[in-house]
């Protein structure tokens, strides 16, 4: 098996695919038009709690699907104390800028660093003043906001699987060569499926040929994706692949690797497609090719649409049971959560066979030998 013979390539694409997936901020250049400045007790106030249920379901929906910088377990209603831990901050902000998100609170005080001010308004950061000022146009903040190479919540959620498939599929590799060939340990539960992704996605898709070259890549997004989503449904609120930088790069990942792998009959379908009208072939040959740049778009909409909507769609069901406020409505709504728990469960696995087999279908495509015969 492909497995045995190279396990670090799991840890080696996964940590690949991280490095697009922190997360950049471009800072924003000073404009001479005239800005209206927030007061700090203004912009406090912006980020007061809400007081009534829904409104409070929301900003929680809401808050829940951002990145966050800091990671909290739970918050003590009576004392406010949130339990967890701060994360790293690393700003590059004429030079290096590194210390604690706990400078922040969670968002309620302006952090100081070597002289420089910043503020935390929705999980971004941005430069201020000492008394944490925040400028706005047409609502959002216009203030400087520094490169962020922060180690946030999503990637120490990255990072963590990354370690996980590493030790899992490098024990799996290794148990085949101490038992000739059979899998032992947990490897037995995961042999299967890396089986089926063998001999039911890449090789009826990619060929028997040609196959073997890209089975590391396809095993690691498979399960990947499997354990982002699964990591999604835990109750430690990570939403990972429900944030569409996170699936942005692993679709570029896909278009990158069928780019430069692509043979080069697909390439003169896609420029000078045999058996078409050469007048044909200039106005196909733009469509053909945008066509490349959609497939892999389509990748990325698609499994940040379908995560993203179940996180919604669930914690709104879990909200109900606080609205409804009677046993008939929060049994329901607890009824309602459970069979939708078990529905994202199949849809964590369904979403990443799908990506797994388009990303096997189009490296197909980038290696379909010729077939093409002239007519004499």
């Avoid at 997360?23 to 404009?31: L, Q």
């Avoid at 024990?171 to 890396?194: C, H, M, T």
């Amino acid at each position: 098996m492909v497995i045995s013979n190279k396990p670090l390539r799991f840890i080696v694409a996964t940590l690949i695919a991280c490095l697009p997936l922190i997360s950049f901020a471009n800072p924003e250049v000073d404009t001479v038009k005239v800005k209206t400045e927030v007061a700090h007790d203004a912009a406090e106030g912006a980020h007061a709690e809400p007081t009534d249920v829904k409104s409070k379901i929301k900003a929680f929906i809401n808050h829940h699907l951002l990145d966050a910088h800091d990671f909290t377990f739970n918050v003590d209603e009576a004392t406010g104390v949130h339990n967890g831990f701060s994360l790293p901050i690393i700003l590059w902000d004429n030079g290096l800028q590194v210390f604690s998100s706990s400078k922040f609170h969670h968002g309620e005080e302006t952090a100081e660093h070597n002289g420089n001010f910043y503020v935390l308004h929705h999980e971004k950061i941005y430069k201020t003043d000492a008394s944490g000022t925040l400028i706005e146009e047409h609502g959002h903040p216009t203030n400087a906001a520094p490169l962020d190479l922060s180690i946030t919540k999503s990637v120490i959620g990255i990072l963590g699987i990354a370690l996980l498939m590493f030790v899992l599929f490098t024990g799996l590799a290794k148990s085949y060569g101490k038992n000739n060939g059979i899998a032992s340990g947990a490897g037995r539960f995961f042999e299967p499926l890396v089986l089926y992704i063998r001999d039911e996605i890449a090789i009826p898709n990619i060929g028997e040929k040609g196959y073997k070259k890209y089975m590391s890549y396809l095993l690691t997004i498979f399960f990947f994706i499997f354990f982002l989503n699964i990591l999604g449904l835990t109750p430690l609120g990570f939403n990972v692949t429900g944030n569409i930088a996170i699936t942005a790069s692993l679709a570029l990942l896909t278009y990158l690797i069928t780019t430069f792998t692509a043979n080069k009959n697909y390439w003169a379908h896609i420029f000078w497609m045999p058996g078409v009208p050469t007048p044909m072939k200039f106005i196909l040959a733009p469509i053909e090719l945008l066509g490349t740049i959609i497939k892999p778009f389509s990748l990325m909409i698609r499994l940040y649409a379908n995560i993203l909507a179940g996180h919604v769609v669930l914690m709104s069901i879990i909200g109900l049971m606080f609205i409804f406020k009677s046993w008939i409505g929060s049994t329901l709504s607890f009824g309602l959560a459970f069979a939708l728990s078990i529905l994202e469960i199949l849809v964590a696995f369904l979403q990443a066979y799908i990506f797994t087999m388009l990303s096997a279908l189009y490296f197909g495509a980038g290696n379909e030998e010729h077939h093409h015969e002239e007519a004499h």
